[in-house]
Structures are given as C-alpha cells and as structure tokens.
C-alpha cells in the first residue's frame, strides 16, 4: 500500500510542473506540534537532512513549535541523521513516574525529567545548532499576557477559558491573551529576519542566544497543564512561556521563503494544517489559504496509517491507553516509526522522476 501523500499550494503545484523539484528550491522547513505524531518522520528528516538538502549550499529556515522545535533544533547539529535518530529513540523511551492513586504524571515532574533530557541532548553544542552555516532556526512559543502572565493553579485555567472563548469569536482576538514569541538563531548580533508575515496575529521576535536556548525550547514544548510554564526566559519579555503549538499548533502562516522563487517543504503528519491548538475542533479553519500557496506537504495516506499499531498515529492517549506497560508503548511505537521509512523511501523515488499527478492540491 502506498505511504506517501503530496499536496500542494497552487504555486507551488506549478513549479514542480515546470521544473520538478530540487534541493536548492527549498528556502524553509516547518515543523508542527503535534507530540508523539512526529515520530513518524523521523525517516522523512534524515533523510531531507541527512541526504537531500545538503546538495544544496541554500540558507534555509527552520520553524519549529513543541516537537517541531526539538526536531529542527537536532537538524542543525553537525550529523544531523544521527541526531535525529536519537531525538526519535529518546521520545520513544521517555517514562514518567506515577505518584500513587495518580493515573497521570504530575507536571511538575514532566517539566523536570523533560529539561533533564533536553540537557542531555544538546549538552555544549548549542552553540553548533546556533551557527549552522545554512539553517536558520525560528522557534515558537506562547507567551502568556494579563493574568496568563504568571502560571497560577486558578488563574491559569480562567486565563486559557477566556483565550478559548475568544479564538471562537476570532482567531486574533486570543492575542489579548497569548502572543507568539519567536526565538530566532542570530545573523550578526540580531535574530535572523522571520520567513513570515507576522500581521495574522501579534508577535514578537528574540534573540536565540546560548544562554536562553533550553529555555526558549522547552518552553516551545511545555503543553499547558501537562508541563510547567516557563517564565522570564534571558533576553524576552517578562511572562510566562508556553507550548509554541498553542498559538500555531501546526504552523498556518504566511511564508515567504527567501527569493521569489523559494519553496516551503513541509513533512507533516496530515493534510490539514490547522493554525492554533485550540482550533482543533474548528473545521472550517483546517482549509488551505494564500498562506500555503508555496508549501509542499509531504503526509501518510489515511488507510496507510489505518495499519500502523492501533490503527492510527502514536499520540498522547497512548499513555493512558499503556499506563504503566512502558515496554508495550515503546513496541508500538517503535513498529510505527519503523514503518514509516516507507514515507522517506517514497519520496526518495518520486523525487528521481517527479511525477506533477501525483501532487494534489492542499
């Protein structure tokens, strides 16, 4: 059964018509949340960055939020295919401890073993992720404003009510309450120019410096009520931080990739690319706007993931549905990602002879 999926913006559908598709057309990477989903492009990533794009001398950029962030940040290490495999072993085998009649991790406890294993992986080579001599790495946080400023056991929860029922009216009118932050690898002593128009919703850009990177990205990966917030990252604005998907859960945003001609490629794990965590339930924005007029995603076919363990995608519920059988949910995750090197292998062959009809549109 075929594993691979490929839509496209409408510009996008024509340039590979006219050209194919090439290394040197890709100007930027995005990486959505999305938890435990981005375990199947694992194979997809060492691939596009580990054989791919390196026959490319193209700066691009990186644009990541929670997993996505974790997952563009490995792309810029010196070996990226082996950094990425890691990243994938790692989030595999992560296991929390259950306090007793707790059926679930306390927060304070995830935040903890998470920053423990951000530090392990990274270690001193922040500094290589920062000076990549062609990525450029954008990471996306959520930044609390008024009374999400500060993490609070009821505030908090009042605060992500009125975020809700204010994206429900409008998608910006949540800005009253959470703000995009984006952490930006430098060019110079400044953060490298964003690869998108910030108009949709308000934003602010710092400086990605060694001594705000483990923050900035477990903050990008910090999922409200399920890690801890956190707060007054070095050279940011006061607040509390919060999973980069919140705001931009899948990364619907307005690219402009660096020239006219620039291509946004797009592994993802669906079609669909939903702009904010809490429009999840809202399926009249799940549709393609001008924003993607340039984006290739590339996706699993729905009766391909159909046959993966469980019958869909590894995701959260997983730990529930495990509880305390680590083993189990390392075997079914394991077996998905193994198989999802189809996805990789797929498109390795469609792009030897890029075939425009089997690009649909997004």
């Not at 602010?204 to 890690?227: D, E, G, K, M, Y």
């Not at 990252?233 to 931009?248: C, E, F, L, N, V």
Request: net charge positive.
């Amino acid at each position: 059964m075929p594993a691979l999926r490929i839509h496209a913006g409408p510009l996008a559908r024509r340039h590979i018509a006219r050209h194919g598709l090439q290394p040197g057309d890709i100007g930027v990477v995005p990486g959505a949340a999305g938890g435990p989903k981005g375990l199947i492009l694992g194979p997809l990533d060492r691939f596009l960055f580990g054989q791919w794009l390196p026959r490319s001398s193209r700066a691009v950029d990186l644009v990541g939020a929670s997993i996505g962030a974790w997952r563009m940040a490995a792309a810029c290490l010196g070996d990226p295919a082996a950094a990425l495999q890691r990243l994938e072993r790692d989030y595999i085998a992560q296991d929390y401890e259950l306090a007793p009649g707790r059926k679930t991790p306390t927060a304070d406890h995830v935040s903890e073993r998470f920053g423990q294993s951000l530090h392990a992986f990274y270690g001193e080579r922040v500094v290589e992720v920062l000076t990549h001599p062609r990525y450029r790495l954008h990471m996306v946080t959520a930044r609390g404003r008024h009374v999400l400023g500060r993490e609070h056991r009821l505030a908090t929860p009042v605060g992500y009510l009125g975020a809700f029922l204010s994206n429900l009216v409008h998608r910006r009118a949540m800005g009253a309450w959470l703000e995009r932050v984006v952490f930006s690898s430098p060019v110079g002593d400044q953060p490298a120019p964003l690869p998108f128009a910030i108009a949709d919703y308000r934003t602010r850009q710092v400086l990605l410096t060694p001594r705000n990177f483990h923050a900035a990205l477990q903050a990008s990966c910090s999922i409200p009520f399920v890690l801890r917030a956190v707060h007054d990252i070095d050279g940011a604005p006061r607040g509390a931080y919060w999973d980069g998907g919140t705001t931009d859960y899948h990364l619907h945003l307005q690219y402009r990739a660096a020239g006219a001609d620039g291509l946004v490629l797009y592994p993802h794990f669906q079609r669909a690319i939903v702009p904010g965590w809490l429009d999840k339930g809202l399926t009249w924005r799940h549709g393609a706007t001008a924003f993607l007029d340039r984006t290739i995603v590339l996706a699993p076919d729905r009766e391909w993931v159909g046959r993966l363990p469980n019958g869909k995608l590894p995701d959260r519920t997983d730990f529930a549905r495990y509880g305390t059988d680590l083993r189990a949910r390392i075997e079914a995750w394991t077996a998905a990602a193994a198989a999802s090197r189809q996805l990789a292998d797929e498109f390795a062959e469609w792009l030897e002879r890029p075939d425009p009809a089997r690009v649909e549109p997004l």
